[in-house]
């Protein structure tokens, strides 16, 4: 027997980029909260230009839901606890969490900040809500 609770929590994972080669790529993992409308994760982006780009940053923010769209605003930074700010990302997802969407961030590299302006945020998964499992139960979840 199994007891388990959905939490309202979810993953959301994006690949964000033109796909171009020599192109900055992000790759953003995130848990979405629908009671608090919160967002948090973590982010890499990537280029294959030399020099080649690797930025992490740690990411938190909230999002907004307007008919099917999900509207996205996240900030980040490098370590967590320093204040300082190294991320700036909106997506804008017109027919919802599990659809194609466009986004815009902002990344600070070697003291200098970046644009990366309406490319393409592709899903890299299904919405699949989180469950929590009730102590001394199989650990099994609702499928």
Partial sequence: MSASTTVNLFQAHWRIGTGAPGAPSLDLQTVVSTVTR????????????NPPLDVHT????????????????LTGMAQP???????ICHIYLTNGWNQDGIASYRF?????????????????HTEQPMTATAPGTTGRTKG
């Avoid at 919160?38 to 230009?49: L, S």
């Avoid at 938190?60 to 307007?66: E, I, P, T, W």
Wanted: no cysteine.
């Fill in 108 to 124: 600070l590299n070697n003291g200098k900040w970046q644009d990366v302006d309406n490319v393409k945020a592709t899903p890299l």
């Fill in 38 to 49: 919160q967002i948090q994760g973590g982010g890499d982006i990537t280029q294959t230009t």
């Fill in 58 to 73: 740690i990411v938190n923010g909230h999002y907004s839901q307007l008919g099917h769209a999900v509207v996205i605003s």
């Fill in 81 to 87: 606890g320093t204040g300082l700010q190294n991320f």
